[in-house]
């Protein structure tokens, strides 16, 4: 079982910063595909980036040009970096981890992430 440990949830002000950590095993974090989803009270969850093994990358929409998903080799972690962040960014926010062939994917705990206006 792929184990996922997220971290750097918390309560920010709107405009304000945060980044998000998630680290796995070494084998998991080098052959998988990594990422982010968020789930807000009484909504699905939805993907918000993701990092493939060759470094591309997919943004939701909402949060293009303002989250920054990377990835760090050396520490087998993938970092969520949030900017200029929103009310409606708030959310328990799921480290993502899947093989680029199977179609499922393993879920962190979740860390909560609150902005307020």
């Known amino acids: 079982q792929v184990h996922l440990v997220e971290s750097g949830g918390g309560l920010v002000q709107a405009g304000g910063s945060l980044r998000l950590s998630c680290t796995t095993s070494h084998n998991t974090f080098t052959t998988n595909i990594m990422g982010w989803y968020r789930q807000a009270p009484g909504k699905q969850r939805d993907l918000v980036a993701t990092?493939?093994?060759?470094?591309?990358?997919n943004y939701a929409d909402s949060v293009k040009g303002r989250f920054t998903i990377s990835r760090d080799n050396a520490k087998d972690t993938v970092y969520l970096q949030m900017s200029s962040l929103k009310p409606e960014d708030t959310a328990v926010y799921y480290c993502y981890s899947r093989r680029p062939w199977s179609p499922v994917a393993s879920w962190g705990q979740g860390t909560l992430v609150t902005v307020s206006s």
């Open positions: 990092i493939a093994i060759d470094d591309t990358t």
